[in-house]
Structures are given as structure tokens and as C-alpha cells.
């Protein structure tokens, strides 16, 4: 018995994509290929997923042993202290951050020279992110659902 399972090939085409930061594919997908032309010399990025990572506010907590000392005076005037080894638990407050994704694929395109072509399969586990620093970029993307 044989199994055959085919994955269409789907295609995203942009001419001339402004400046800045937008998600291509809202998916995880296999990019099978990718060409690149610009009207400008301009870096391009490809990001999995956002190319910000968001770590909201949390509570640390680190425990530890420590010596705790009591005080007690007694009816009759005399101090006795006791020392004995206790876990403490100390909270302290992260604060939220957000850092900066790495770029899974980072190109430097030429003004108006032939496409740079990609073809060596890529996993996107997320989505495909792309942002470009001065725009005029034409990107044809192929890739095929997991």
C-alpha cells in the first residue's frame, strides 16, 4: 500500500513593498523559494514570527536557608536567644520586557541588479515576518503548508 501526500505550492508577490516591518504569511509554511529585486539599496529581513519578543511582568521567587534569631526574656530578667536554620522565600518583581527577535534570513539588495533568488527549503514555525529599510522591494515568495 502507498501513501502519497501532495502539499500545494502557493505564491505571495509584492511590487514595490514600502519601508517597514509587515507579516507576509500568518502561518507556519515551508518557504521553498524566495527572489528579491529593489529599486534601492535596502537590507531585508525575514523573521519567524514578530520580530519582538514580549515577556510580561512576572514574580521571582528564590528560597534559600538563613539563620533566624529569637529574643525572649523571661519573668525572671534573664535573655535567652535561640538560633535556628529556617527557609526563607524572598519575591522580587520583573518587570516587562521586550527584546528583539534574530532575523532568521538577513539580505543586503542592490538597486536595480538581477533578482537575488533563495532557494533552499526554510521552516517557519510562526509565520514569515519581513521588513526592509527604504522600501521598492518586489518579493515573489513559494512555500507549501507543513
Request: proline residues 4%; charged residues 5%.
Amino acid at each position: 500500500m502507498y501513501i502519497f501526500a501532495a502539499n500545494a505550492q502557493t505564491s505571495w508577490v509584492t511590487n514595490g513593498m514600502a519601508a517597514g516591518l509587515r507579516t507576509v504569511v500568518n502561518e507556519a509554511v515551508v518557504l521553498q523559494s524566495l527572489s528579491v529585486t529593489g529599486t534601492s539599496n535596502t537590507i531585508v529581513r525575514l523573521y519567524d514570527g514578530p520580530p519582538t519578543n514580549i515577556v510580561g511582568a512576572y514574580s521571582n521567587y528564590t528560597i534559600f536557608a538563613t539563620n533566624r534569631i529569637t529574643t525572649f526574656v523571661g519573668v525572671n530578667g534573664i535573655t535567652n536567644n535561640f538560633t535556628n536554620t529556617v527557609l526563607y522565600t524572598l519575591v522580587q518583581a520583573v518587570a516587562a520586557a521586550t527584546n528583539n527577535a534574530v532575523p532568521l534570513l538577513t539580505l543586503n539588495i542592490g538597486a536595480n541588479v538581477a533578482p537575488f533568488t533563495f532557494s533552499t527549503p526554510m521552516i517557519f514555525t510562526r509565520s514569515i515576518g519581513v521588513s526592509n529599510d527604504l522600501g521598492g522591494v518586489t518579493m515573489v515568495l513559494t512555500y507549501t503548508q507543513p
